[in-house]
């Protein structure tokens, strides 16, 4: 189907604002901080409300609040029965318990 620019903008919006994207660089990813590109590739993927969600160390290399900021959203997308593969680094629990959507955080 057609790409609506209004709900595409929207999306963008939502995910700068939630995930505290740094916007500085005026819209060229490539020269966006490590952290600022893998929250931006996160709020693309939320963006979706996807059922799986496969993802392969999503805090390396980024700052402390970056990390509380990627941890947070992944644990609502848990909370929102979505299952996820997480491989890197467990966030204060078992990696086995990510995959359960029923899971209760402690």
Do not use: F, Y
Request: charged letters at 20%; proline letters at 5%; hydrophobic letters at 40%.
């Amino acid at each position: 189907g057609a790409i609506r620019m209004g709900d595409e903008a929207a999306k963008v919006n939502a995910a700068i604002e939630t995930l505290q994207i740094d916007t500085r660089a005026q819209g060229e990813v490539r020269r966006l901080s490590g952290g600022n590109q893998q929250k931006l590739v996160l709020g693309r993927e939320i963006a979706s409300a996807p059922r799986l969600l496969l993802v392969g160390q999503p805090t390396r290399g980024v700052d402390i609040g970056s990390i509380e900021i990627i941890h947070q959203h992944l644990l609502a997308l848990r909370a929102a029965a979505a299952a996820m593969k997480i491989s890197g680094e467990p966030i204060n629990s078992e990696p086995a318990e990510w995959c359960s959507p029923n899971h209760a955080s402690s």
